[in-house]
């Protein structure tokens, strides 16, 4: 079983940035696509952004498009979620998740879809 690991995250005013990585360990990690995910309290797991294994294709969920950029660096079995222009409404605990299966062409939207979860990362934004 594929674990990940996440670092980042935290407090950031409205409008300011911060970056959230995971490491996955084990040596399979170009093969699979990966995506984040966030949980508001009260609400449940949202779709964020997800990447392809090869990197080429990437979804992002319309509230976060043109501000959250996901990326991933598979020489370092890292995935990172780049987010600036931070809206409290984007206060939640951010996990990284990998796909169920390898090599997909699309990359599945839904948590269901994806078996490994990183511990999540609080990230607060105030206003």
């Known amino acids: 079983q594929v674990q990940l690991v996440q670092s980042g995250g935290g407090s950031a005013q409205a409008g300011g940035s911060l970056r959230l990585s995971c490491v996955a360990s084990?040596?399979?990690?170009?093969?699979?696509?990966m995506a984040w995910f966030r949980q508001a309290p009260g609400k449940e797991r949202e779709f964020v952004a997800s990447?392809?294994?090869?990197?080429?294709?990437?979804n992002y969920a319309e509230p976060v498009k043109g501000r959250f950029t996901i990326s991933r660096d598979n020489a370092k079995n890292t995935v990172a979620l780049q987010m600036n222009a931070l809206k409290p409404e984007d206060t939640a605990v951010y996990f990284c998740?990998?796909?169920?299966?390898?090599?997909?062409?699309?990359?599945?939207?839904?948590?269901?879809?994806?078996?490994?979860w990183g511990q999540g990362s609080q990230v607060t934004v105030s206003s």
């Open positions: 990447i392809t294994w090869s990197g080429r294709t990437v």
């Open positions: 998740a990998r796909d169920k299966y390898a090599l997909r062409v699309d990359v599945p939207t839904r948590a269901v879809e994806f078996d490994s």
């Open positions: 084990g040596n399979t990690f170009s093969s699979y696509s």
